[in-house]
């Protein structure tokens, strides 16, 4: 693919967001997550099976995993500069963690991209998730809904990473001590500007090139997997609509045991794939929890530490108030995906009416309220579920650290 057709593959979400946002009859003809997977095909590193088959692609994410793991590399060889600097220590084992959680999900998904792809193609064909006809529910506003989210959270997203790509590439310009955009330490001292300056040059181009890469697929990849949930979230939504329209559709006996079995299937394919979804995200979750958890404490120990320091304060309250907004971004996820679950026995058991239809077809109901007593939930064993009450208490955990901190070094 020439680079015209990536271009516009990849600002395909933000051209018909924009065109749906400006007119509400417009809908989108896809799930989110099918423009997020667009986006990262137009960066060639959509790895799957079926990718790999292209030309030249396999070379290319070859070569990718090189660059990221000889990016890693030299940024913990960068950390034997800092020994003895609490401060820049901080700073490096920051950004080592963030690293690390980029190369994992670059490598993670080497391995599960074809599972991935199959999860995305299953929703893709159940879009928009609801019958069409005279008697189909009216569920274009929630669809528009999770369409101008995805899009305005992908522009506000993409808004706020150029200026942080802006202010780390052009770092070295404007902060005395530092000479790349990232700290990283090689071999002979070519990282060293004074005595090898082409070589300073290349490895400047190569980092500031690969940290807009990377973090770039990043925000693809974050993206796609909190949309996936959101896409699910939608699908329960439907099924609420449909099952409180039941009788609006339905006449007769026959044809309403007929709908309630469709509704059934309808209920127990979106735990199907929310198993799938759970075990395909499942190392990336635990991971994001633990770099989460990591890099708060982190900054809540430097912080402490360098409390006399504002300008340090500041750097690393920062990166907290990052960490914590990421892990709130998948609770909010996970908890709008669990709340909406549980509507789904209050929506069947309002689909009930003694004075349409037989028992034995309102036992039929009895097993979508059953399925639905227990909420559907974003989870990654042996982790707590990602809701906003796990969140609160790893906030709780959070001051409890920050409160022993204070009273040891005080």
Known sequence: MDFRGSLHRYLKLYKDGYKVFRDPRLESTHST??????????????????????????????????????????IIYGLTESVGD???????????????????????????????????NDLEAFHPWAL??????????????????????????????????????????????????FHAAFPFQWHDRSSHPITHA??????????????????????????????????IEVLCLELRNLHRRCNGNEQLRREMIRLVRFHQKIIEILDRINDVFHGTLIM???????????????????RKDPKVVAQFGVLMLLALGHLSMWSVFGDMLSQESLKVAEAAYDAYDPTKGSKDVYRILCLIIRRAQEPLIMRASPFPSFNLINYAAIL???????????????
């Open 33 to 74: 997550a099918f423009y997020w997977r667009e986006q990262m095909k137009a960066m060639l590193l959509y790895t799957t099976s079926e990718e790999r088959l292209l030309p030249y692609r396999s070379i290319w994410h070859t070569f990718v995993f090189i660059k990221a793991v000889v990016f890693f590399g030299t």
């Open 86 to 120: 609490s401060v820049e220590m901080g700073r490096d084992i920051a950004f080592i963690i963030g690293t690390f959680f980029i190369v994992f999900k670059i490598f993670y998904f080497q391995w599960y991209g074809d599972d991935l792809d199959e999860v995305i």
């Open 132 to 181: 069409e006809g005279p008697g189909a529910v009216d569920f274009r506003p929630g669809k528009r809904w999770y369409f101008l989210m995805a899009f305005f959270m992908s522009s506000s997203w993409a808004f706020f990473l150029c200026i942080f790509l802006l202010l780390l590439i052009t770092s070295p310009m404007w902060v005395q001590q530092q000479n790349l955009p």
């Open 202 to 235: 290349a490895i400047y181009l190569f980092q500031s090139y690969l940290g807009a890469y990377a973090l770039t697929w990043l925000l693809c990849i974050e993206g796609l997997s909190v949309c996936i949930y959101a896409e699910l979230t939608f699908a």
């Open 288 to 306: 994001q929890m633990s770099v989460n958890f990591s890099l708060v404490s982190l900054s809540v120990l430097e912080a402490m530490e360098a």
């Open 396 to 410: 709780n955990q959070c001051y409890g650290i920050l409160t022993f901190l204070l009273k040891t070094l005080d």
